[in-house]
Nanobody
């Protein structure tokens, strides 16, 4: 079993930045594909960004391309989401997730095995 703990959420004005972190338990973190998703009240959980186990291949939703950057530090068992030029529509609970059987990341939440508890991001206009 893998435990994920997100941090770094908060309240920020439009145009500002936040950096989310997701710390994972387990000795084989370096083999896992990782993803960030977000969910607003009454909406489905949407893919935001994903990263392969090697850290070199990344994927982004069109809505965040050029503004968000996903990265990972396998020595620290941590994946990050740097969010710049934030907009009010980025307001959501952000979740990190892990694929323990695959090194790649996918945009479908059902492809992930474990999830963090989520961290709230609120962007004011």
């Amino acid at each position: 079993q893998v435990q994920l703990v997100e941090s770094g959420g908060g309240l920020v004005q439009a145009g500002g930045s936040l950096r989310l972190s997701c710390a994972a338990s387990g000795r084989t973190f370096m083999n896992y594909g990782m993803g960030w998703f977000r969910q607003s009240p009454g909406k489905e959980r949407d893919f935001v960004a994903g990263i392969m186990s090697n850290g070199y291949t990344t994927y982004y939703a069109d809505s965040v391309k050029g503004r968000f950057t996903i990265s990972r530090d396998n020595a620290k068992n941590t994946v990050y989401l740097q969010m710049n030029s934030l907009k009010p529509e980025d307001t959501a609970v952000y979740y990190c997730a892990v694929r323990t059987l695959y090194r790649t990341a996918r945009d479908d939440p059902s492809d992930y095995d474990y999830w963090g508890q989520g961290t709230q991001v609120t962007v004011s206009s």
